[in-house]
């Protein structure tokens, strides 16, 4: 570790050359001067027709850059930029010589959506990374995002400003008036900020930029161009306080036993936010005991995997910005984006523990469903020097759960320890932005002090790691290199549980595994990971990767972290070739080209994969993809859970999609997949989406997944022979079917009030068959790898409801398997009312409902399944939530 560390700083200093040394360079060589006006001279009314509107210097030389790269654009846009010592305004005049042709959208804040838009964003550090960003439709909906490390986009940051448009006879108009204390800026008396002025014209497909650059060209905060003669602009004062509170009505059947006669629940609760400005870079941010209960609920699901399901963060607490905190050790899309050291949602987790009770002894259990957040503290920011800071501090409290019973006293047990979460970022800028060396410590504490039920948890993990991401020729291409560690602690029940884990699976027996250690009296676990990524990402229409992924067996980061299983060393090669530049054949094409390669740290194939795939964008803006996959045969180290490597077959899927104009109010899109193993495993799934705009307010999304699975070695059981004390490996054909279906509906009344409904039934079933016992887990050939268990070997006991088996057919049985058929349904929905009655301040009506049914029969009927879903028992739940936001 102290090696690459020291090859880090060495790399920074042979390439960096900080901001304090040397002011930024623009890749853009247009500049734009501000014009200082009094305080108060511009009234925001949508209309630039105030006399300092008269008198300021209008600039309108944008530049097409979509559909057509690089030509003139096909209608004016005029803009002009103004300040005072507390406002930034900016006023765009979009000119359109068909007006009655303007796509003007009425939708909530920050929703997409087909309309003309007009945007101003500025990057106040100066920097060449980091930007704040402002738009507004024709409709006046505003839309706010701030950039980072150059070109990613954080939507869910949100700012305090003003913003009005104006439709006329020749265009439309927009007025801007932007608080300087939203954006992050030195304490210098003169300053300079990157500047960018976009529209977007919907009918045409048109984006049109001041500050230009090719499509083939990566990046975008570094190609804004300059805006100055801002000079003598005060230290910008930022408070924000913002109580709450809320109350709950919860109705349920579940919610009545022996103790509690009603159907319902009163409660109610209050807490605080606070936004201060440390200085003009530096932002904290407090919340105190925080609700959440507006945030929409996941999405249904049946894990049926050894590893927990990824759920991103919908808190707007530890949304806005997030990317400070972000450290990956993954790349790209699919499960391997997922990686990293920090996940917020383990912060007000559900709890980890139940408590054991025995069915017969009477005892209710009301078990909490999430872990109470007493205390967060983020501080933020990005000073003048170079310098990304982020520093959060969590605190949650104990939860225990109440077992009630009307025949012996109630009792409480604790399911989750009082923890406490801390996670500091620190990144620093060099070589103009073009070099960024950063690092990462998170640590989770729990007290477990008098807790002898929870010893199975991990009292102390820390993880820390290092970045560097380096561009270079011309910023076309690029390294990333990162190294972490992870260090656990606790109890040996707990290093031994974190062992036997599936992330980890040391108990694994067979070839291959020799160098896995089970050490039943550890009580600390170490591990480290480690990435290098060199990759081209502009100049030309080729791009490209290659990578080296790699985790240690004792790697542990899911504390505060995500991660699945560990003890891989992946590589990985990409290339792509694409068009952006539309022809009267396309608007769009491209094709990529993937191979990778995986591997335990013993040398234990995990996967070798080729794939390609590729997009088509017609002229009209219609749409299509496909690609196909081939994997070569691996060994699978956690599909028997704790059991030894096992053979998998080779196997060939493919996907396919397509979609009609996404400018229209009415937009049809469909996707399907199919996939073959050699073993007689095969599945596949269609979906069809739809968005349709009865009315320039209201959007109506609907959407539907329908799949299903034929997996033969799907797992079944681990069961100890009675008679030898062997551990057999149970596997089963799986027949499993699945529907998930979602729709939504927005309606916006005005851009402050807002009405979104949305409901969610998932249903899936699936039944085992032709229960298979694996016999030699390495072998090529199906026969030789497992034994069909048939006849009187496996015996269904309709009593026990068990399967009893007897393996030499002795009359003696061997083990009994537990019968595993399911069929869950789950219905989930919500109905919000939002209000913002004043800036920062927003009132919620919440109506949420759920709905969940089991039954232990593998059958999929969909008329009968969704009748006795919306016959199950709902749980209701309205809330009613006000804030007030004081602005000091």
Known sequence: MRIAILSLLLFALMFGRSQSESAWSRSSNKVFT????????????????????????????????????????????????????????????????????????????????????????????????????????????????????????????????????????????????IPLRELRFSDANSHTFGLQIYRNISRLGEEDWWAYWPQNESGFVRHFGGLTGLDDIPRQRRLYVAPYANSTYNRSSELVNETHGDDYNFSKKMGVDIKYGLTNDLTMDVTINPDFGQVEADPAELNLSAFESYFSEKRP??????????????????????????????????????????????????????????????????????????????????????????????????????????????????????????????ATNRNLSNEPQLSWLRRDAYASGMDLTHNFWKDRYYIQLALAGTHVLGSTDAILNTQTSPSHFFQRPGEGADYLKLDSSATSLSGVAHKVVFGKSGGGDWRGAIGFIGYSPGFEANDLGFHQAVDNQMEFIWLGYRKNEATRYYNSIGINFNQSMSYTNSGEKLGFNLNTNGW???????????????????????????????????????????????????????????GQNVDGSNWRGTSFYTTYRPFYNVVLNLSADLNHTIDNTAWYANPVDDQTGEKHYIVAKLNQRSLNTTLRVDVTLTPELTLQYYASPFITAGGYTQHLMVVDPEAREISRRYHKLQGNEIIWDATAEQYEVDVEQDGVMNFSLPQRDFNYKQYNSNLVLRWEYRPGSTLYLVWSQGRTDSMNQGEFALSDDLNTLFSSSPNDIFLIKASYLFNL
């Open 34 to 177: 501000a014009m200082r006006v009094a305080p108060e001279a511009i009234h925001i009314d949508g209309k630039l027709d105030d006399p300092a509107w008269r008198r300021a210097t209008f600039r309108s030389d944008l530049v097409q850059r979509q559909p057509y790269d690089g030509i003139s654009v096909s209608e004016t846009t005029r803009f002009t930029v103004l300040y005072d010592e507390k406002y930034l305004y900016v006023g765009i005049y979009a000119y359109d010589s068909e007006v009655d042709k303007i796509r003007s959208i009425l939708t909530r804040r920050d929703e997409d959506s087909p309309s003309d838009w007009v945007y101003v964003g500025f990057d106040s550090y100066n920097d060449n990374r980091t930007g704040f960003g402002f738009g507004l439709n024709p409709a006046g909906v505003k839309s706010d995002m701030r950039w980072f490390n150059d070109d990613g986009q954080d939507q869910n940051w949100d700012a305090l400003w003003e913003g009005k448009t104006s439709v006329e006879g020749d265009g439309w108009s927009a007025e801007f008036k």
């Open 616 to 674: 088509y964008h017609f002229p009209n803006y219609w749409s299509m993809n496909m690609g196909i996959n081939y994997s070569q045969w691996r060994y699978s180290v956690n599909l028997l859970r704790g059991g030894p490597r096992l053979y998998i077959d080779p196997a060939v899927n493919g996907w396919w999609g397509m979609q009609t104009d996404y400018r229209k109010d009415w937009i049809v899109g469909y996707n399907g997949h199919s």
């Open 317 to 442: 607490f530890f949304v806005e910005g997030s990317n400070i905190f972000h450290y990956s050790l993954g790349f790209g899309d699919g499960d391997l984006q997922n990686l990293s050291l920090f996940y917020s949602r383990r912060i007000g987790r559900s709890p980890q523990s139940y408590p054991s009770v025995d069915p017969d002894s009477g005892y209710h259990v009301d078990m909490p469903n999430s872990t109470n957040i007493r205390t967060a503290v983020k501080v933020s920011g990005r000073t003048q020097s170079g310098w990304s800071i982020g520093v959060l501090d969590a605190i949650t409290a104990r939860e225990t759960a109440t077992l009630r019973s009307d025949i012996a006293s109630d009792f409480t047990e604790t399911v989750e320890p009082p923890t406490n979460y801390f996670v500091s970022r620190i990144q620093r800028d060099f070589n103009d932005g073009r070099t960024a060396i950063g690092g990462i410590l998170t």
